[in-house]
């Protein structure tokens, strides 16, 4: 399996401005720290650490919306990490991304239909209303959705919106950055596997944001451990899960809520 | 997924019908109206002097004159035909000079909140120091300067009130830019012009429209001052500020003189203000 993405000695900070003197530069606070990794084409690949960890940071270099100070991201074998913003742009329709709060990035003025198929219009892919429809047929949402706004929905129609628009475009890769921490828990489950069932059926390459390592053993291939700006885990889930290399992940490990049956507990009144 | 619940909030769109909108409404079209077809409504020309006829007073009162109904000033103007025309001057100034505040005032806002940095810089101590002057004091200096005249008038409000919209527009950019909606338009291939037009500018729409309305009241007001010390039009021209400023000396023996033009003005400022809010809530999507 071929990598879709080549980052090498990734490194990003951002100006401390709190710690701001009065007069000179901001002092800057490390957020990449340094991490080199491969993220295979095809698979699903799960990164993972607690907050402040670094992981949207990174997800949001890899479809950058942000430029790192130093290192290279090879997408494809083509380095994008300091592109201009014109120059990213014919490259924006493979590097698409479903976000973490579906009320924040659909836009309340727009209505579905729209928020779908304006994207497609500039990439030249269709971008009609019947265009938006068809996308949200693919992720089971009936063709009265396109004339209703976002506020009009309910938190697992909204995410679902936000997937129908990433893959109207066809991309060869997607973020996810925490998609179903929003949700409860029966929507979890089906956006989820929605998203596990696109990116198999349309050959997507996935990477997915999550603080949630037992969302991250049901839906990935791989999986990055990320801890204070580097890399502290990778591999194989099942590899990772079994024999955890650093005590972050045996920590996030622990902490998936296990079922604790009580032999019997369903036979008491 | 069931799509039962969803369809509620279109239903209120049906509810009670909101004074807010149109109560003020109904006034600004009174208003317009006369404007237009003040030729046709006015009863007597509002510059035709009658000395046999000054200060006749309203229709309800002993000794008021047939056809004169809201009686005449100490001219023999009419009061009623020269309201009429006073119409005209108080919209077409508080038409044009908003709508040029607010284009220059709002693309200033959109500018520095959604770029921010250097352009933010500028325009910020630029709008700093314009309001550092008082208004009214600026407008009278700028119509020293320029000359009297409908033009100059506009010109006046224009220049000093596009800072209202500056700073507003400005603030909401600021929260507006740090959606994610923004960064998704980016990811869908918008250049930053196109996100800020057609991302940021929609939600922003509404706090426009209530400044603009605002805007208007202020610019009657405004209009009304400067006449009121004599610094609009020709004091021969019918504005409200003007009769104002004559029927003030006459307030205890022609107190209608003042108190009918003040009326309308009050009026009109009251559903410029209020229409703005009741715009806001029936174009907001959210909010119904």
Same mark, same amino acid.
């Given at each position: 399996?071929?990598?879709?993405?080549?980052?090498?000695?990734?490194?990003?900070?951002?100006?401390?401005?709190?710690?701001?003197?009065?007069?000179?530069?901001?002092?800057?606070?490390?957020?990449?720290?340094?991490?080199?990794?491969?993220?295979?084409?095809?698979? !699903?690949?799960?990164?993972?650490?607690? *907050? %402040?960890?670094?992981? #949207?940071?990174?997800?949001? $270099? /890899?479809?950058? @919306?942000?430029?790192?100070?130093?290192?290279?991201?090879?997408?494809?074998?083509?380095?994008?990490?300091?592109?201009?913003?014109?120059?990213?742009?014919?490259?924006?329709?493979?590097?698409?991304?479903?976000?973490?709060?579906?009320?924040?990035?659909?836009?309340?003025?727009?209505?579905?239909?729209?928020?779908?198929?304006q994207p497609m219009k500039r990439y030249g892919r269709g971008g009609t209303k019947?265009?938006?429809?068809?996308?949200?047929?693919?992720?089971?949402?009936?063709?009265?959705?396109?004339?209703?706004?976002?506020?009009?929905?309910?938190?697992?129609?909204?995410?679902?919106?936000?997937?129908?628009?990433?893959?109207?475009?066809?991309?060869?890769? !997607?973020?996810?950055?925490?998609?179903? *921490? %929003?949700?409860?828990? #029966?929507?979890?489950?089906? $956006? /989820?596997?929605? @998203?596990?069932?696109?990116?198999?059926?349309?050959?997507?390459?996935?990477?997915?944001?999550?603080?949630?390592?037992?969302?991250?053993?049901?839906?990935?291939?791989?999986?990055?451990?990320?801890?204070?700006?580097?890399?502290?885990?990778?591999?194989?889930?099942?590899?990772?899960?079994?024999?955890?290399?650093?005590?972050?992940?045996?920590?996030?490990?622990?902490?998936?809520?296990?079922?604790?049956?009580?032999?019997?507990?369903?036979?008491?009144? | 997924?069931?799509?039962?619940?969803?369809?509620?909030?279109?239903?209120?769109?049906?509810?009670?019908?909101?004074?807010?909108?149109?109560?003020?409404?109904?006034?600004?079209?009174?208003?317009?109206?006369?404007?237009?077809?003040?030729?046709?409504?006015?009863?007597?020309?509002?510059?035709?002097?009658?000395?046999?006829?000054?200060?006749?007073?309203?229709?309800?009162?002993?000794?008021?004159?047939?056809?004169?109904?809201?009686?005449?000033?100490?001219?023999?103007?009419?009061?009623?035909?020269?309201?009429?025309?006073?119409?005209?001057?108080?919209?077409?100034?508080?038409?044009?000079?908003?709508?040029?505040?607010?284009?220059?005032?709002?693309?200033?806002?959109?500018?520095?909140?959604?770029?921010?940095?250097?352009?933010?810089?500028?325009?910020?101590?630029?709008?700093?120091?314009?309001?550092?002057?008082?208004?009214?004091?600026?407008?009278?200096?700028?119509?020293?300067?320029?000359?009297?005249?409908?033009?100059?008038?506009?010109?006046?409000?224009?220049?000093?009130?596009?800072?209202?919209?500056?700073?507003?527009?400005?603030?909401?950019?600021?929260?507006?830019?740090?959606?994610?909606?923004?960064?998704?338009?980016?990811?869908?291939?918008?250049?930053?012009?196109?996100?800020?037009?057609?991302?940021?500018?929609?939600?922003?729409?509404?706090?426009?429209?209530?400044?603009?309305?605002?805007?208007?009241?202020?610019?009657?007001?405004?209009?009304?001052?400067?006449?009121?010390?004599?610094?609009?039009?020709?004091?021969?021209?019918?504005?409200?500020?003007?009769?104002?400023?004559?029927?003030?000396?006459?307030?205890?023996?022609?107190?209608?003189?003042?108190?009918?033009?003040?009326?309308s003005l009050f009026l009109t400022v009251l559903s410029f203000s209020t229409l703005?809010?009741?715009?806001?809530?029936?174009?907001?999507?959210?909010?119904?």
């Amino acid at each position: 399996m071929s990598a879709l993405f080549s980052v090498r000695d990734l490194r990003l900070s951002f100006p401390d401005r709190a710690h701001k003197p009065l007069f000179g530069a901001a002092p800057r606070n490390e957020v990449l720290k340094g991490f080199s990794l491969d993220i295979p084409e095809g698979q !699903i690949t799960g990164i993972v650490g607690e *907050s %402040g960890s670094g992981k #949207s940071t990174f997800g949001r $270099v /890899l479809v950058r @919306l942000l430029e790192p100070d130093s290192g290279q991201v090879l997408f494809d074998g083509q380095e994008i990490g300091h592109l201009g913003e014109a120059a990213l742009r014919p490259l924006r329709r493979d590097l698409q991304m479903i976000f973490q709060d579906p009320m924040s990035s659909l836009n309340p003025r727009h209505r579905v239909w729209r928020i779908i198929s304006q994207p497609m219009k500039r990439y030249g892919r269709g971008g009609t209303k019947s265009d938006a429809i068809a996308a949200l047929d693919k992720v089971g949402l009936p063709p009265a959705f396109a004339e209703r706004y976002p506020h009009e929905l309910s938190g697992g129609q909204r995410q679902r919106v936000g997937i129908a628009r990433a893959i109207a475009l066809e991309p060869r890769f !997607i973020l996810a950055d925490e998609i179903v *921490s %929003g949700l409860d828990v #029966s929507s979890q489950a089906q $956006v /989820l596997s929605l @998203l596990k069932d696109l990116a198999r059926d349309m050959g997507l390459t996935v990477a997915f944001i999550s603080h949630d390592l037992s969302v991250i053993r049901h839906l990935c291939d791989n999986v990055i451990v990320l801890n204070h700006g580097e890399i502290v885990d990778h591999g194989p889930v099942a590899e990772v899960f079994e024999r955890p290399s650093s005590e972050i992940t045996k920590t996030l490990l622990s902490a998936i809520p296990l079922p604790e049956l009580d032999a019997g507990w369903f036979d008491e009144p | 997924m069931a799509d039962t619940t969803t369809s509620a909030p279109r239903a209120r769109r049906i509810g009670p019908v909101n004074l807010r909108l149109w109560l003020p409404l109904l006034w600004i079209a009174l208003v317009i109206a006369a404007a237009i077809f003040a030729p046709l409504l006015a009863p007597h020309d509002p510059l035709e002097q009658d000395l046999m006829l000054e200060r006749l007073p309203p229709w309800f009162i002993a000794g008021s004159e047939p056809g004169y109904w809201l009686g005449t000033d100490s001219l023999g103007r009419d009061v009623l035909s020269r309201m009429i025309y006073g119409a005209r001057i108080a919209l077409i100034v508080s038409f044009t000079a908003a709508l040029a505040a607010c284009v220059v005032g709002t693309a200033m806002g959109l500018i520095a909140g959604f770029y921010g940095g250097w352009w933010d810089r500028v325009i910020s101590r630029l709008v700093d120091i314009w309001m550092a002057f008082p208004p009214v004091l600026f407008a009278v200096l700028l119509v020293a300067v320029l000359g009297t005249g409908l033009g100059s008038v506009i010109l006046a409000i224009a220049v000093i009130d596009w800072t209202r919209f500056a700073r507003v527009i400005r603030a909401e950019t600021m929260v507006q830019a740090r959606m994610d909606y923004v960064d998704s338009a980016r990811i869908g291939g918008a250049r930053r012009m196109t996100a800020l037009i057609s991302e940021i500018l929609p939600n922003i729409l509404p706090s426009v429209i209530a400044l603009l309305t605002l805007e208007m009241g202020i610019a009657v007001i405004v209009e009304a001052i400067l006449s009121f010390v004599n610094l609009s039009i020709s004091s021969d021209d019918p504005t409200w500020g003007a009769m104002i400023a004559e029927g003030r000396g006459a307030i205890h023996f022609a107190w209608w003189v003042l108190l009918f033009p003040l009326i309308s003005l009050f009026l009109t400022v009251l559903s410029f203000s209020t229409l703005g809010e009741g715009l806001k809530r029936h174009f907001d999507p959210v909010l119904q």
